[in-house]
């Protein structure tokens, strides 16, 4: 469990520029002498609370020519805030229930060849936010579909003369799955209204890499 959690509130112009925005809103710069004016915060942090638990499960596996790993995650990640959705568990952005990676290294000879398999539940992330006067912040959540990859790659070493070569190649996405790997979010604001516009940030697709390395 962890406590103390901070989450920046963004309110926007066309809120703060409404008649009654003062009387919800906090205000900024303490407690002003009476002649003075409190402006309303623009944005503010809300504190909260929060948990994480889960599983991890670790194996490997070495033989002469053979070297493997695979690994597993079983989690989940919520947090708390009075503000948002009346208090109800939201989704922590690192919340992923599901993640596995397995690696194989083979080295028959001169060769190197390798996999990577890799496995993630997609991350969740704000789709909606609606920062109102007089109610609670109301937030709806998605996810990010789930994140699958395959790498694979080989190299091959051999010298000529008292020169050493590796030669060799790699795969990135060898399925070409279309993944994404971030959110990006954009607030406009224009004189009566505001919205905000999520893309989804693609991760590499199927690439060629080769290589050659020369040592002396």
Not at 144 to 173: E, H, P, Q, W
Request: with cysteine; proline share 6%.
């Amino acid at each position: 469990k962890s406590s103390g959690l901070q989450e920046y509130i963004y309110v926007s112009n066309f809120l703060r520029n409404t008649p009654d925005f003062g009387n919800y809103f906090p205000k900024s710069g303490g407690n002003p002498p009476p002649e003075e004016k409190s402006e309303p915060a623009p944005s503010y942090f809300i504190s909260g609370t929060g948990k994480s638990y889960g599983l991890d499960l670790f194996m490997s596996y070495s033989a002469r020519r053979y070297t493997g790993w695979f690994s597993y995650s079983l989690s989940k990640s919520v947090q708390q805030f009075s503000e948002i959705n009346d208090g109800a568990e939201i989704p922590a952005l690192t919340d992923q229930t599901h993640q596995v990676s397995v690696t194989n290294l083979f080295t028959p000879g001169k060769w190197n060849l390798g996999a990577v398999l890799l496995f993630q539940t997609g991350r969740p992330y704000a789709s909606f936010t609606d920062v109102k006067m007089d109610g609670p912040i109301t937030r709806k959540y998605s996810r990010m579909s789930d994140y699958f990859r395959c790498d694979v790659s080989a190299n091959y070493n051999f010298t000529l003369g008292l020169i050493r070569f590796k030669a060799g190649m790699s795969v990135i996405n060898l399925f070409d799955n279309r993944n994404y790997y971030d959110v990006n979010s954009r607030t406009f604001d224009f004189e009566n209204t505001s919205f905000t516009e999520t893309n989804l940030i693609p991760s590499q697709r199927l690439s060629l890499n080769l290589f050659l390395r020369i040592s002396l």
